[in-house]
């Protein structure tokens, strides 16, 4: 089963990832979308597919004059002439909702690739408008809300490999993520990891492997309930430890500053090699994508995920948590349960490694 140590990283962060021409397609005609594209591994990745001459590139940005920025850079080294902001925040249920709306009326029809790259690492509790711990919201939450409002453009993309795709960008630190038996016995899982009095700091400073250990969970649940004659290809990649902004929260001068400053230094990948492992999730396998459905990806190829996300409390966790976010999601649009009915069936199909 999957673990992980201090030589495994190791291993990994030093290990030659393939370039990307090794999976490079030709995207004419096609329509892609990457969150959180203003910046680090989003932004590489949305560089790596401007060079594949997408029909759309649409970058989907919570700072649109940052992604504005993004996309001159992208043109000015890919020459791609094409390429468009759109404003959304994963943070903020409206703001999803409207970008699905403007997608409806702008989007052509069909979705080829969605890589759903934002997030957020913080230990400090806050709720959003909404009334969610915001990395909950943002990692978890949003995250699933936008890929199962943006499914049906999907399924209706032609199912001409490698796309369609939906891909979720985890991270190798959902291996540290495990529920304790307070959650576990909670009448609701993401409630009990929403409540204040619960996320005290020993908790808060799990959260982002929490969060990305729902990543999983999401991915999965999608994966194996996508009727077997829908051909979207739904996985979580890991891009490793990379330099990138994620740690913008961390608090200057600290030791938890000093400390990762130094784990950077010596370990980090550069944000394009980084970005390669996004670029694999949506494009490789092109001959069969399904290979990669339902499946954790890291160093461009599958691997198993962690012990406890395959245990059978893991198993039991996972279940509750889908029921609790279509539940929760349902209230913020009323299409999620509609989007659920027509394409989800209501049972999860069994797993083969």
Request: glycine share 6%.
């Amino acid at each position: 089963m999957g673990k992980i140590s201090i030589f495994s990283v190791l291993r990994d962060q030093y290990s030659a990832l393939p370039a990307v021409d090794a999976f490079k397609s030709d995207l004419t005609g096609k329509t892609v979308i990457v969150v959180g594209s203003n910046t680090g591994l989003g932004l590489e990745a949305s560089r790596h597919f401007a060079s594949m001459n997408p029909g759309r590139l649409i970058l989907a940005c919570r700072n649109v004059a940052k992604g504005e920025a993004a996309l001159k850079s992208i043109r000015a080294t890919t020459k791609y002439e094409g390429g468009e902001v759109w404003e959304v925040d994963l943070a903020d249920f409206s703001s999803i909702s409207a970008f699905v709306n403007k997608f409806e009326s702008e989007g052509g029809g069909r979705l080829d690739i969605l890589v759903e790259n934002s997030g957020i690492a913080t230990r400090k509790y806050a709720l959003t408008k909404d009334g969610w711990e915001s990395t909950l919201q943002t990692n978890h939450l949003g995250t699933a809300m936008l890929g199962i409002l943006l499914l049906p453009y999907l399924s209706k993309a032609i199912a001409n490999p490698p796309t369609p795709r939906l891909v979720v960008v985890s991270s190798d630190m959902h291996f540290f993520g495990k529920f304790d038996e307070t959650v576990k016995s909670s009448k609701c899982v993401l409630e009990k990891l929403n409540d204040e009095q619960y996320c005290n700091q020993p908790i808060m400073r799990q959260r982002y492997s929490h969060s990305k250990l729902l990543n999983v969970f999401f991915a999965r649940s999608l994966a194996s309930r996508l009727a077997p004659q829908n051909a979207v290809v739904v996985n979580a990649v890991n891009p490793g430890f990379c330099h990138s902004e994620l740690r913008r929260n961390v608090p200057p001068g600290t030791f938890m500053s000093v400390w990762m400053t130094l784990m950077e230094f010596l370990l980090a990948r550069s944000t394009e090699v980084g970005s390669r492992t996004l670029v694999h999730a949506a494009l490789g396998s092109p001959e069969n994508g399904k290979n990669l459905h339902g499946h954790y990806l890291s160093n461009c190829r599958v691997e198993e995920e962690s012990d406890y996300s395959l245990s059978k409390e893991g198993r039991e966790v996972e279940e509750r948590v889908w029921n609790e976010t279509i539940e929760i999601l349902s209230k913020a649009d009323p299409r999620i349960k509609e989007i659920v009915a027509e394409y989800l069936t209501n049972t999860t199909a069994p797993r083969s490694y």
